[in-house]
């Protein structure tokens, strides 16, 4: 099993930079990929991000694309997601996840453990 506890979270201005951490713990995992996704109240869990473990191939979902970076430290087992240029519209529970699929997952049903959430409000 992998235990994944995110960390990061906050009101912020917009304009504002927040920068979210997810750490893994239990089994280690060597390949697959990591992924950020968000939820807004009455909306479905929309893909945010993604970055494979081994190569560290990324994408992201256009409405982020030049404001935000996923990136991934497997020494440390690692996963975070550098925000600026934050706008209201990026209000939302963020979560991670990690999946042991090769490749870029961009759907949540592709990933098998999930963190808790961390909540990112944003303020005009």
């Known amino acids: 099993q992998v235990q994944l506890e995110e960390s990061g979270g906050g009101l912020v201005q917009a304009g504002g930079s927040l920068r979210l951490s997810c750490a893994a713990s239990?089994?280690?995992?060597?390949?697959?990929?990591w992924g950020w996704f968000r939820q807004a109240p009455g909306k479905e869990r929309e893909f945010v991000a993604a970055?494979?473990?081994?190569?560290?191939?990324?994408s992201y979902v256009d409405s982020v694309k030049g404001r935000f970076t996923i990136s991934r430290d497997n020494a440390k087992n690692t996963v975070y997601l550098q925000m600026n240029s934050l706008k209201p519209e990026d209000t939302s529970v963020y979560y991670c996840?990690?999946?042991?699929?090769?490749?870029?997952?961009?759907?949540?049903?592709?990933?098998?453990?999930w963190g808790q959430g961390t909540q990112v409000t944003v303020s005009s």
């Open positions: 996840a990690t999946t042991t699929r090769v490749g870029i997952v961009k759907v949540p049903s592709g990933y098998n453990y």
């Open positions: 970055i494979t473990r081994s190569a560290g191939a990324r």
């Open positions: 239990g089994r280690t995992l060597s390949s697959g990929a």
